[in-house]
């Protein structure tokens, strides 16, 4: 006992001292008063009839008279409540002593609302401390956090709550609900006690709504999802999604709109999910779907008699559907799958057999629309793709795809044409480059989409020897009884995304140009583009008039999230029709977009442009995140996304992003540099893009600057760092760390290579397979990177990751590694996708702002 005795004295005195300092800690924490509110009420509340039985106050308080979630309130802003009565929120002052209410008259319990915002400039914990004798619960950004259940007759009870404040700002609002039993007054004191005293500068108390982009404003509200528009260009639908964050699910709905007031006549709702419309080629008459668990129903709408009648019902596997020119039937496809070998093998068919879905067949079928009569049109081992309809009804073309190894893109569709009477089938051709086929008005011509390797390379525009990027889509007019083809885009510079034959002489086409996705009028007499006015940067969808030249189409700038337009083709003339999110965004800031080109070392022009964070101070420091993607697509500017770059920005960032050689959309001279480049030039345009942003741009940290890309760009993250050390980080997700395993691994990587690597092969070219591989340059990383992948991913295997993950720790270099389970090439599940955007975030705090206390709560080491 005499040995223990010093043992336990020394731990004493530790246990002592521990205390001793943390009670010091706390009384050196400084309380931050909440003074500023906006006030709502009070209001009477009054107990239900019979609450003797029973019924206590606490009860009333769990009650919800008003869902806040929404709830984001302004000065002198009104809010709705029972029986007509409207609210008026007022700002008032409390003071450091508290707030006291002033209630009415009676002993009937009153309710009052007090909303504070807290804006936080980065991530910070704290503790949110109440004082008061009445009952209170206490909502955070919408959610119910806490609530004090008792009443004080003396002293005011503590309601406490401790807040993790991610960047930016967050809402707290307080209800009161009065005791009629207490004789006090409603009162309110509030302060707030930030963990770490050194990061009050970074709060800010107020009561103003004003606020930055979140995550929430991205993913949640009302988001079109399509339109289209009657054949008399009268009538006009617009669809939306909305995701419910209570679980990740959604909802969607229809609306249907007179185009010339733009009012709303009617809403479709439906607890399935709501599909594809289409209208009739005639009248006022539209078909749309509703699906669940794999069965679809297809349903006719008559708008003159109100009707709403099933055609088909519960149909499994029910894929498209297209109507035919005169409205008395429909072509659809239904798609069948064969049963798995139960032997628990499998023998490969294909190279495309690895795909799950590859035995999966698509077949056509007709549906009569008066009568209901269905009849089959295909079968066969071969699946059949729909094509279009002819202008008479009478012929039908569709396509069918096998494999064909001994050239690229070793894949061949053939063509054909079916006389819908008799079932008869004719070939048109077999091609290897071909995209969608649509009929001339007249009958006599197609206007097909391809690369420009179709029809015998007829549509390149390239010296000799050059292979031209088959991504970079063209169009061409195919001459059906002469058998001759037109190249009718080999000299426009924009790449085709999609085309619809109006009349003889005019097609209509949704198009990249440069940075934007544009609609463009083609006169197939002039052979002439005329670019038609939209108003916005990127036109996501869009649906022409048989009958009229008018258009609804959505879609989205770079600052403005998705609307919905009507345009007038004649006149060249746009109108907005709906914009569900400008109440979302009615609060939202952003920073200043500008542009930023160079001439890169080859004389080219690489366009650019710069987000800049709000409330930007030319005389401070910022870091910066470099975007891009450089392969073949380019980062358009369109609003929110995958990698939002106005959250980005929003978060204290410089946001600098550019379009490096090979993408669509710039000429076919431009993205052929894609082909058997695999990152060389477009790494190097990053490089000397970046060194020139910096020059430009003096308040940019050059020491502070992170770089992110997806898929290619994930590749070319890891790339990057191989190569240069003016990245203080990266972000990688899915990329691909070596190209010969992507090549044979990845769902789509020979097929992809066939362009990206055009005849170039592991076996042919080390050079790219190997020396360009970013898993065979590992040794060469020097600053941390982050690693991101879904752990379902079929494009870009999870192994791309997991091997560079695996260099880079035997390496002994900075890198983390985070999967997101069950998710694919691209993260789509809400609350997944909530921790994936967070993670970036968070890793770009800790490596560009030295703030790693997110990072570390996400992520807490064990």
């Given amino acids: 006992m005499k040995r223990l005795f010093p043992l336990i004295l020394i ?19 400084k309380e931050l008063p909440i003074t500023e509110w906006l006030q709502a ?38 809010l709705a409540w029972t029986a007509g009565k409207q609210l008026t929120w007022t700002a008032v002052n409390s003071g450091n002593d508290g707030l006291v209410i002033k209630q009415g008259k009676g002993k009937s319990p009153q309710t009052v609302y007090l909303a504070a915002y807290i804006d936080a400039s980065r ?16 909502y955070v950004n919408g959610e119910n956090v806490s609530k004090k259940s008792s009443s004080e007759k003396e002293d005011a009870g503590k309601l406490s709550y401790n807040l993790k404040l991610e960047t930016g700002k967050h809402l707290v609002l307080v209800e009161v609900l009065s005791d009629p039993d207490v004789d006090a007054a409603m009162d309110i004191k509030a302060a707030l006690t930030l963990d770490d005293p050194a990061n009050e500068a970074d709060i800010t108390l107020s009561t103003s709504p004003t606020q930055v982009m979140n995550v929430h404003h991205l993913l949640d509200g009302p988001k079109i999802s399509g339109v289209s528009i009657s054949a008399d260009g009268e009538w006009a639908t617009v669809q939306y999604r909305r995701v419910l964050p209570e679980d990740g699910g959604s909802e969607s709905w229809m609306e249907l709109r007179n185009v010339s007031t733009g009012k709303l006549i009617q809403t479709f709702r439906a607890r399935t999910a709501l599909g594809s419309v289409s209208w009739a080629p005639s009248g006022k008459t539209f078909a749309y779907t509703k699906s669940a668990k794999k069965k679809t129903t297809l349903w006719i709408v008559d708008l003159p008699s109100g009707s709403q ?103 061949q569709s053939t063509l054909s044409v079916m006389t819908l009477s008799t079932l008869k089938v004719d070939t048109l051709g077999q091609f290897g480059w071909i995209g969608n086929v649509q009929w001339s008005p007249n009958g006599k011509k197609l206007l097909i989409t391809g690369g420009a390797s179709l029809f015998d390379g007829i549509g ?39 085309g619809y034959w109006h009349d003889n002489n005019t097609i209509y086409f949704s198009v990249i ?26 036109v996501s969808s869009y649906s022409i008039a048989r009958n009229k030249p008018i258009a609804i189409y959505f879609g989205s700038s770079a600052q403005m999230p998705h609307q919905a337009y009507i345009l007038d083709l004649k006149k060249n003339k746009h109108r907005r029709l709906s914009a569900p999110e400008k109440s979302t965004y009615a609060n939202v800031s952003f920073g200043d977009l500008k542009t930023f080109n160079f001439t890169n070392n080859q004389g080219t022009t690489i366009d650019g442009r710069v987000y800049y964070p709000p409330n930007f101070d030319p005389a401070q420091q ?91 760009g994930g590749f070319m993250t890891m790339s990057l760092l191989t190569q240069t050390d003016m990245f203080a980080t990266g972000i990688s997700h899915a990329g691909i760390s070596a190209l010969s395993s992507y090549w044979g691994e990845g769902y789509w990587g020979y097929l992809y290579s066939s362009v990206a690597t055009a005849e170039s092969f592991p076996w042919n070219r ?97």
């Fill in 622 to 712: 910022y870091p910066c995140i470099v975007y891009y993607y450089g392969g073949t697509s380019v980062v358009e500017r369109n609003f929110g996304g995958r990698y939002p770059l106005n959250l980005f920005a929003a978060q204290g960032y410089m946001v600098y992003v550019m379009q490096p050689s090979g993408a669509p959309g710039f000429g076919q001279a431009f993205s052929a540099l894609h082909v058997n480049d695999w990152g060389k030039q477009a790494a190097s345009d990053i490089m000397e893009g970046t060194e020139k942003f910096l020059e430009a741009h003096p308040f940019v940290n050059k020491d502070k600057i992170g770089c992110i890309g997806a898929s290619y």
């Fill in 766 to 862: 080390k050079d790219i397979y190997v020396d360009q591989s970013p898993l065979f340059n590992a040794d060469k990383v020097n600053k941390p990177l982050l690693l991101l992948h879904g752990d379902s991913d079929t494009n870009v295997p999870p192994g791309e990751s997991d091997q560079f993950y695996v260099a880079l720790k035997l390496l002994g270099k900075d890198v983390e590694y985070v999967q997101v389970k069950g998710q694919d090439h691209h993260i789509l599940d809400y609350k997944k996708r909530i921790i994936w955007q967070k993670t970036i975030l968070a890793w770009f705090d800790k490596q560009l702002k030295d703030q790693g206390e997110w990072w570390a709560d996400l992520y807490p080491e064990k």
């Fill in 11 to 29: 731990l004493g005195v530790i246990f002592f001292m521990t205390e001793q300092s943390q009670a010091q800690s706390e009384a050196s924490k």
């Fill in 513 to 538: 140009d440069r940075e934007y996705d544009r609609l463009f009028a083609y006169s197939v007499k002039k052979n002439s583009f005329q670019q038609l006015d939209t108003g916005i940067d990127v």
């Fill in 41 to 78: 009420g009070p209001v009477k509340t009054p107990l239900p009839a019979f609450h003797g039985d029973g019924f206590k106050l606490k009860d009333l308080q769990s009650f919800e008279t008003r869902s806040v979630s929404s709830f984001w309130p302004s000065a002198n802003e009104s």
């Fill in 309 to 411: 009648s099933v055609l088909m019902e519960d149909v499994e596997d029910f894929g498209g559907f297209s109507w035919s020119p005169d409205g008395s039937f429909i072509i659809y496809t239904v798609t069948e799958t064969p049963e798995a070998d139960k032997r628990g093998v499998k023998h490969f068919r294909s190279l495309r057999d690895k795909w799950p879905y590859f035995r999966t067949n698509e077949y056509l079928y007709r549906v009569d629309v008066n009568s209901g009569a269905r009849q089959r049109l295909t079968s066969g081992k071969l699946g059949t793709s729909m094509g279009a309809i002819s202008p008479d009804g009478k012929k039908l073309i569709f396509s069918q795809t096998v494999d064909n190894y001994a050239q690229r893109p070793y894949t």
């Fill in 123 to 138: 991530w910070v914990k704290g503790k949110l401390t109440i004082h008061s004798r009445h009952l209170l619960t206490l």
């Fill in 460 to 498: 390149r525009n390239l010296p000799e020897g050059v292979i031209p990027n088959d991504y970079d889509t063209q169009a061409f007019i195919y001459d059906i009884a002469g058998k001759s083809v037109t190249p009718i885009t080999k000299d426009f510079d924009p790449a085709i995304n999609s």
